[in-house]
């Protein structure tokens, strides 16, 4: 519209006609990350439980951030989550390095994939990645079939923070996956230290690779590892390694066969298999749909998944109240005066905790 001011009537004084607003600064900024609208607790709980895979994959990103207001959004998100949880199998998978673990995990996806359907998540728990500044587990690039299969979510293990907050990070991102869709749930973990005890304490079945020659199945070092596992599994039997597996699975059988016998009721089994040729894979399967079928008709399924409940408040309890008070600013600074007290043995190891345990609850 001509502005009233260009008429005859103010003849003299003449307006220019404008030029019309730019539209934007710079149009591309648009479709940048600069433009990414920041999601509400709302957005990412529509989009996970719609099985959107970049949602759900920005949800984890929330849940695996330090910073208070992402924890904030992610508790809420899962709280929301929630009653669309629990309907996964959840199987952990752990081996020492080298054990076959990502050539396997790639092999048992796609045959359960293939042959019972739904959508499958890998993840992990990998204490050792934030010193390495990188997680050598659940990383796609090991799982190359895998990794492009339409059905599958690979995520690798959270890397800040103790193992307590590392596990409990890979457990919301297990409910998470569930809300999206996915039903087969697998959790990676390293056989190397306690990461398998907070892997078995997230899971319905605990597998656990070996492989033959190790020694360990004579000197069984790793008893309490095998204690906790479902089932055990012998690599690499193929070529002329075949013999050694055998005998190495008889080894595995009879030191289960002096355990206790599991609270389940099931007793944990040893097949052997070949990761790399996709030998035997049906079997182990076959196995653990087996387990699955048979805890859940003596209903020791729902209890193991009430004491995890259980086991991961307490956990949570005592990894924010360790981060609250390390995190503290103020009792970083009375640590180091305490701990040289201590050291120049001025005070005692419990005086001093006390005194700074004091200070703490005067603080919050
Ligand atoms: P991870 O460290 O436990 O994930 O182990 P990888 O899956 O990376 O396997 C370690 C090595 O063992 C690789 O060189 C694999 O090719 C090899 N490997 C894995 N599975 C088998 C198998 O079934 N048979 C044989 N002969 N080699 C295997």
New binding site residues.
């Given amino acids: 519209m001509e502005h009233p001011e260009n008429s005859e009537e103010f003849a003299g004084l003449t307006v220019n006609k404008g030029v019309a607003p730019v539209q934007s600064i710079n149009p591309h900024l648009k479709r940048g990350r600069y433009a990414r609208r920041r999601l509400t607790a709302g957005d990412y709980v529509e989009g996970i439980l719609r099985g959107d895979t970049s949602v759900l994959g920005q949800a984890v990103t929330l849940v695996e951030s330090q910073n208070p207001d992402h924890q904030r959004v992610a508790q809420e998100v899962i709280e929301k989550c929630l009653p669309f949880t629990g309907k996964s199998i959840r199987v952990g998978i752990s081996?020492v390095?080298?054990?076959?673990?990502?050539?396997?995990i790639d092999e048992f996806g796609l045959h359960v994939l293939s042959e019972h359907g739904g959508k499958l998540a890998v993840l992990a728990i990998d204490p050792s990645s934030e010193r390495s500044k990188g997680s050598i587990l659940g990383d796609k690039t090991?799982m190359e079939k895998l990794a492009v299969h339409p059905d599958s979510f690979i995520r690798p293990s959270p890397s800040a923070g103790s193992l307590g907050g590392v596990a409990r990070k890979t457990r919301e991102t297990i409910f998470l996956c569930e809300a999206a869709g996915y039903d087969k749930i697998f959790v990676e973990t390293v056989g190397v230290g306690q990461s398998e005890t907070a892997c078995h304490s997230m899971v319905d079945f605990f597998l656990l690779i070996q492989l033959a020659g190790t020694g360990d199945e004579l000197q069984g070092i790793k008893r309490g590892i095998m204690e906790m596992a479902d089932g055990i599994v012998v690599?690499?039997c193929?070529?002329n390694?075949v013999e050694k597996c055998q005998l190495a699975a008889s080894h595995f059988r009879n030191a289960l066969s002096i355990f206790p016998p599991p609270e389940s009721g099931w007793q944990p089994k040893v097949l052997t298999y070949?990761?790399?040729?996709a030998l035997g894979i049906k079997e182990i399967w076959d196995m653990i749909y087996q387990y699955i079928a048979f805890t859940k008709s003596n209903g020791y399924f729902e209890q193991r998944r009430k004491e995890q409940s259980k086991y991961w408040m307490y956990e949570t309890i005592s990894e924010q109240l360790r981060g609250g008070f390390f995190r503290n600013p103020t009792i970083r600074d009375m640590l180091r005066r305490e701990e040289q007290s201590v050291l120049e043995g001025r005070k005692t190891s419990f005086v001093a905790a006390k005194q700074l345990l004091d200070a703490y609850y005067k603080l919050i």
Avoid: E, M, Q
Avoid at 274 to 277: R, V
């Fill in positions: 081996g390095p080298g054990a076959g673990k990502s050539t396997s090991r690599n690499k193929d070529g390694n070949s990761g790399f040729y």
